[in-house]
């Protein structure tokens, strides 16, 4: 089955960097890839999809990359600010099982001012 | 309504009770799936439904879970006979349709406490 890691559990950075986060995952390559926003006590909220025939997609400071051959898709948040600080969550095309979507554990971000 | 509304926001409960988790989604989506987020885990699949049917039951961790849907608009979660283990925050969202491949819409989840 499809498996997917989010390499880092919390990620802190300075105010005003970019901020890099990775999802990885280990079986065939999926249809899609997405990335949700998740604050404390709040549900996931979506911020960007990109699909297998894509190589990157821009959303004002955010930038997803997909590589199918590296099995790995890259976050980037440009310019953070403290606002930015959530956990980021990972979620793929599971292939039309269990609802369509699985999602990583997240990763932490903190940005420091 | 505007968004995915789950209700009660908290329910704490002994051991051994049944409870009730609502869900209802965003009015004209037909997909609708529930997810379990442990303290520090990720989202854990639970169940979805296409309409009032549910094609996929393999998520829901015992017989003690159940869940359904009517009138292709609310759902209730149902976990019997609580256990500690249980103690979660339940989410529910919704898509327009289930081989749709843009996001879900999150409600803001129960939070289950179970003594």
């Known amino acids: 089955s499809q498996k997917i890691e989010q390499n880092s559990e919390a990620l802190n950075i300075q105010e005003g960097k970019t901020a890099t986060l990775t999802c990885n995952y280990t079986?065939?390559?999926?249809?899609?890839l997405q990335w949700y926003r998740q604050d404390p006590g709040r549900g996931p909220v979506f911020l960007l999809l990109?699909?297998?025939?894509?190589k990157e997609k821009r959303k004002e400071r955010l930038k997803v990359t997909f590589d199918t051959t590296l099995k790995q898709s890259l976050f980037h948040i440009t310019a953070s600010q403290p606002a930015d600080s959530a956990t980021y969550l990972c979620?793929?095309?599971?292939?039309?099982?269990?609802?369509?979507?699985?999602f990583g554990k997240g990763t932490k971000l903190s940005v420091k001012p | 309504g505007a968004g995915v509304s789950q209700s009660p926001s908290n329910k704490v409960t002994e051991k051994g009770k049944d409870v009730e988790l609502r869900c209802d989604p965003i009015?004209?989506?037909?997909?609708l799936y529930w997810y379990r987020q442990s303290l520090g885990q990720g989202l854990e699949f639970l169940i979805y439904f296409q309409g009032n049917s549910a094609p996929d039951k393999s998520g829901l961790p015992s017989d003690r879970f159940s869940a359904e849907r009517t009138g292709g608009s609310v759902s209730t979660l149902t976990i019997q006979r609580t256990q500690q283990e249980d103690s979660a925050v339940y989410l529910c969202?919704?898509?327009?349709?289930?081989?749709?491949?843009?996001?879900?819409?999150f409600g803001e989840g129960s939070r289950l406490t179970v003594l």
């Open positions: 079986n065939y390559s999926p249809a899609y």
């Open positions: 009015s004209g989506h037909t997909a």
């Open positions: 969202a919704s898509s327009p349709g289930t081989f749709y491949t843009g996001e879900l819409f």
């Open positions: 990109i699909r297998e025939n894509e």
């Open positions: 979620a793929l095309d599971n292939g039309g099982s269990q609802g369509n979507l699985i």
